[in-house]
């Protein structure tokens, strides 16, 4: 859905214009953005234990998964039909799913998407597949949950974005290297999205449980950085052949929007174009031994970032980012005044 004022013209406050604007200044540069995401998501039981998340029985076995093995094929295969209807679905309905692999944790998924060579299309994509998975799990007589963090000691739900640009006069993608530190486009890119990445946390982390979701042992980077083939950083380029190389950003959650999580990585790249903006070297080995955390770990940090920013108000309205910390300020106040279980579990008779 798009949103437009009664003469027609684009609603200022609609997250996809909000992308399409950062988008006009790719057009401008004579440059196509093709994107694909990756979408983590837990199956749950309808059922809730005392008011909170559980994983579904299996149809095959009956009985709640405990594996927290990556891959790991049995998982699959206990909730194969429903997994294989949600593909099934995807194709029907054109949305560009291409595989679902067995997360990190009892019961999660991660299913790929396409490269498309729109943006646009590419989130469109993310929250259909989102709404897909959700009734095909129902279907099943089970539930899904793309929140960020819905179990603790487990890992959390993670959004992972791959971009690359494409020279529209060529369709040559400008990452292209068989050694991507020497190509200047990318290196530029990635400076930029790490510059700005501390603002654009907001977008790509925008609920206070999105922050529950960091920590090194679950593998979310929590410090800007980048390397090759490096899964510990927060921008990964792949190697796999020098016309495939991309940049893959791997910090936002499940539960971020797509449009806003694209456009703050797009004005991220286009900075870092623009201004030659170098990102330093490469992290080898795991970068949580050698970085300390020094993204925002909270969300009114975060949006304290976003509102101070700068650059991302040079690509995206202020007036927008006014309207989107009011609102997240707003959530913020009503969670600090309730009073959660654990207050009471510690406090109720103890003081």
Known sequence: ???????????????????????????????????????????????????????????????????????????????????????????????????????????????????????????DYALLLKRLIKNIAYDHEMDTTFMAKPYPGQAGNGLHVHISLLDKATGKNIFSSDDPEQNDALRHAIGGVLETMPASMAFLCPNINSYRRFGAQFYVPNAPSWGLDNRTVAVRVPTGSSDSVRIEHRVAGADANPYLMMASILAGIHHGLTNKIEPGAPIEGNSYEQLEQSLPNNLRDALRELDDSEVLNQYISPEYIDIFVACKESELAEFEVSISDLEYNWYLHTV
């Open 1 to 123: 859905m798009t949103m437009h004022e009664l003469d027609g013209t684009p609603f200022f406050a609609d997250p996809r214009e909000v992308l399409r604007q950062v988008v006009s200044k790719f057009d401008a540069m004579g440059l196509t953005i093709c994107a694909a995401f990756e979408l983590e998501f837990y199956l749950i039981d309808q059922d809730n234990l005392n008011g909170r998340p559980q994983p579904p029985r299996s149809p095959i076995s009956g009985k709640r998964p405990q594996s927290t093995q990556v891959y790991l094929i049995d998982d699959l295969d206990e909730y194969v039909d429903c997994l294989q209807d949600m593909l099934e679905a995807a194709k029907e309905q054109g949305i560009p799913a291409d595989a679902i692999v067995k997360e990190s944790a009892p019961a999660q998924f991660e299913v790929n998407l396409h490269h498309v060579a729109d943006p646009m299309k590419a989130c």
